[in-house]
């Protein structure tokens, strides 16, 4: 078991709960309906010829956990926090994912749920959108991002 593994089984310990660390995260990341949307809307972006990169601020067991439900092979190169010693909003994490990829940020759209993380972006020269699991299909409809969403 890894070290986040155990802090958690530890915690749960500590407070007296029964259930196993693998159980508490079917609860916490259980998936959601909300993904569905953006999911759809990352394979219409490729399927019209976009690449698709994921920046994640998530914890590495976090995102062990995220890999269950989301197929992270579609995504053409993951940029993760844990791995970079970096994290949004740094402008060096933005300025880092440029570089890696040589792409003039004009032509990157980056969609966040975290109106911080957009403008750093923004600053960067990155076009920036903020969804949510909820609200990502009215974005891309509003802002012509997509035809067919």
Do not use: H, W
């Amino acid at each position: 078991m890894n070290d986040e593994n155990e802090s958690f089984r530890n915690v749960l310990e500590k407070i007296g709960c029964k259930i196993s660390v693998d159980e508490l995260f079917n609860i916490v990341y259980k998936k959601r309906d909300y993904y569905e949307d953006t999911l759809n809307i990352i394979n219409k972006l490729r399927n019209n010829g976009n690449k698709v990169y994921l920046l994640s601020n998530l914890r590495k067991v976090d995102f062990e956990y995220l890999k269950k439900d989301i197929d992270i092979s579609t995504f053409e190169k993951t940029f993760l926090s844990y791995e970079m010693n970096l994290i949004k909003p740094q402008k060096e994490i933005y300025e880092t994912v440029i570089e890696d990829l040589n792409i003039n940020p004009s032509n990157i759209y980056f969609f966040d749920d975290n109106s911080t993380n957009i403008d750093s972006a923004i600053q960067c020269g990155i076009k920036g959108f903020c969804v949510t699991g909820d609200n990502i299909k009215e974005v891309f409809q509003k802002n012509k991002l997509l035809s067919d969403v």
